[in-house]
């Protein structure tokens, strides 16, 4: 089930966030830090052989620190709440399954089955990945 996928992929998302340093988190060149410059450190990415690499590395790392992660997994519960989906079978808003597939690294289709809803739909337009009619959507 979609809503499952979500909650599975909130919950990872929250529990990495929490075993982490606490956010936010700052980069110092390719070093990164807890709470400020300075602070707590938490790693540093001058693992690659060209050090702007490791200095861009260093930033995204920074960008996605322990807050980010947590206010994803709060999102992804709260539209777990909100499943199934709209008449028809279409789910309301694909985006927050791509997320949970990236979070999880689940392929797409693993999670995109039927909602039972098809039947309803005209010829062509089930999910991908419906058993019925091919899954043509």
Excluded at 54 to 72: F, M, Q, T
Aim: overall charge negative.
């Amino acid at each position: 089930m979609s809503a499952d996928l979500l909650r599975r992929a909130a919950t990872r998302l929250r529990e990495s966030a929490l075993a982490a340093q606490p956010g936010p988190w700052f980069a110092d060149s390719w070093e990164i830090y807890s709470q400020t410059v300075g602070g707590p450190w938490v790693a540093e990415t001058l693992h690659t052989e060209e050090e702007q690499q490791s200095i861009a590395n260093a930033d995204y790392i920074v960008a996605v620190h322990p807050p980010v992660a947590l206010a994803l997994a709060d999102w992804l519960d709260r539209y777990a709440d909100r499943f199934p989906v709209k008449p028809y079978g279409r789910l309301m808003d694909d985006a927050a399954l791509e997320v949970a597939r990236a979070v999880l690294r689940e392929p797409e289709g693993g999670d995109r089955t039927c909602t039972g809803l098809c039947d309803r739909e005209p010829e062509g337009q089930h999910e991908r990945g419906c058993p019925h009619q091919g899954g043509t959507g």
